[in-house]
């Protein structure tokens, strides 16, 4: 069965330091999410993907995070300068044209220290 | 901004048990999700519900769509212990954007 795939699952990095968190969505999916869940708390949205362009960001979306497809298969978030802040689980989605949930990967658990 | 309110916030119960879960929102929503969610793992879909009134099980759960499109609940019928886990409801609105917007979720412990 198709899935979303996330890599790495656990990234360590210093306040301060760029990171970059990987995702292949499923093949035939057009609409690309990115979403994060601090630890115990409930699952918010970042940003929204479609057409090679963001349809929405939320607020935490600020200027230090930015997504990219840099081809046919791969979805990136970076974080320019982590903070402590930014610990949380990030999680990549995935929906297609047809149906409009979406598929979620395992996430990576980014820590900062 | 939309909000959701999921409850309850936790529950416990005995193997066997029949469970049930709602959402209610601020405003009304096109499309209701519930997923449920392991410990360290990603969320995964259960049901999908995209019309008002719509009534959908997916083997012993059961989710409905409420007729106001503001609420929604999952019930989980004769409850087994891999039941345990996290279970959320997000709501979706039409366009291009997609995004969910996330209830709290709900915490179910099963007592074998």
């Known amino acids: ?12 990095t210093q306040m301060g330091q760029e990171v970059i968190l990987r995702c292949v969505p499923i093949s035939n999916h057009l609409y ?8 115990g708390q409930k699952v918010e949205f970042l940003v929204s993907f479609y057409n090679n362009e963001i349809s929405e960001k939320s607020e935490i979306f600020d200027d230090q995070f930015s997504v990219e497809r840099p081809d046919g298969s791969n979805f990136t978030l970076k974080i320019r300068s982590t903070k402590l802040e930014d610990s949380a689980m990030y999680f990549c989605a995935s929906s297609s044209t047809r149906n409009t949930e979406a598929f979620f990967g395992q996430g990576t658990r980014l820590t900062v220290v | 901004g939309q909000q959701l309110n999921q409850s309850p916030q936790s ?28 410990p360290g793992e990603g969320p995964v879909l259960l049901i999908a519900l995209y019309k008002a009134g719509e009534l959908t099980s997916n083997g012993r759960l059961t989710a409905q769509f409420g007729i106001t499109r503001k609420d929604s609940f ?11 886990g996290i279970y959320f409801c997000a709501g979706q609105n039409a366009g291009n954007n997609r995004k ?7 915490s179910l412990a099963v007592n074998p």
């Open chain 1, 32 to 39: 690309f999410y990115w979403y994060r869940q601090i630890l």
């Open chain 2, 100 to 106: 969910l917007i996330w209830g709290l979720g709900t």
């Open chain 2, 74 to 84: 999952l019930n989980i019928s004769a409850s087994i212990p891999s039941d345990v």
């Open chain 2, 11 to 38: 529950m416990f119960i005995q193997e066997g048990e029949d469970v049930s879960m709602n959402c209610t929102s601020s405003s009304i929503f096109n499309t209701w999700l519930w997923y449920k969610q392991d």
């Open chain 1, 1 to 12: 069965e198709p899935e979303v795939t996330q890599t790495p699952s656990h990234q360590v």
